[in-house]
Nanobody
């Protein structure tokens, strides 16, 4: 039983930064992987970034490499997505997800728990 709650979304201008938070509650395990996905209207859900909770390994979609950083605060059971140099094409609802075991981190179907999403809008 894991619950995920995203926060930190909002409206920003192109080139600015935003940090999203994903607070996890309930029982979690060190083997869990945490991921961020996003979905724009009329488009498929897209992988953004992921990390394995007990490790320092991180993974990013090509579209966000060099701009976004996924990190975590173990004491707070919280995962963050620092988004820098935001572009209008980053506009989407961003979802936090957790996977019991790492399979293919970029595939949404591999995740077991999902948050409700937080809207990020980047104006041009």
């Amino acid at each position: 039983q894991v619950q995920l709650v995203e926060s930190g979304g909002g409206l920003v201008q192109a080139g600015e930064s935003l940090r999203l938070s994903c607070a996890a509650s309930g029982r979690t395990f060190s083997t869990y992987a945490m991921g961020w996905f996003r979905q724009a209207p009329g488009k498929e859900r897209q992988f953004v970034a992921a990390t394995i909770w007990s490790r320092s390994s991180t993974y990013y979609a090509d579209s966000v490499k060099g701009r976004f950083i996924i990190s975590r605060d173990n004491a707070k059971n919280t995962v963050y997505l620092q988004m820098n140099s935001l572009k209008p094409e980053d506009t989407a609802v961003y979802y936090c997800a957790a996977a019991k075991t790492p399979l293919v981190l970029s595939k949404a179907q591999g995740y077991d728990y999902w948050g409700q999403g937080t809207q990020v809008t980047v104006s041009s």
